[in-house]
């Protein structure tokens, strides 16, 4: 089993930042990248950012490309999501997740419980 802890969501306002962390743990062999993801109410979730636990290669939705960069730190288990700029339509539960293979379009196999990011403008 795979467990994934998000953190870091709050209330913020339009033009601010915050920094999302997502913790893994458990049996992770295998699951070489984490995404985040992201859904609003009433909207289909939508990509964020993905990235895999060795090499540099990012992966950015189009919404977000410039204002979020997502890292990790092997050490930790940890992987992250500093989000700049932020708009009123970045407002959603973040979801982070594992899987075989960083991307956008690909499967992921394990998510965490969300945290909520609301952006007032």
């Known amino acids: 089993q795979v467990h994934l802890v998000e953190s870091g969501g709050g209330l913020v306002q339009a033009g601010g930042s915050l920094r999302l962390s997502c913790a893994r743990s458990?049996?992770?062999?295998?699951?070489?990248?984490m995404a985040w993801f992201r859904q609003a109410p009433g909207k289909e979730r939508e990509f964020v950012a993905a990235?895999?636990?060795?090499?540099?290669?990012?992966y950015y939705g189009d919404s977000v490309k410039g204002r979020f960069t997502i890292s990790r730190d092997n050490a930790k288990n940890t992987v992250y999501l500093q989000m700049n700029s932020l708009k009123s339509e970045d407002t959603a539960v973040y979801y982070c997740?594992?899987?075989?293979?960083?991307?956008?379009?690909?499967?992921?196999?394990?998510w965490g419980q969300g945290t909520q990011v609301t952006v007032s403008s």
């Open positions: 990235i895999r636990w060795t090499g540099t290669s990012t």
């Open positions: 997740a594992a899987g075989p293979v960083a991307g956008r379009g690909v499967e992921y196999d394990y």
């Open positions: 458990g049996r992770t062999f295998g699951l070489s990248a």
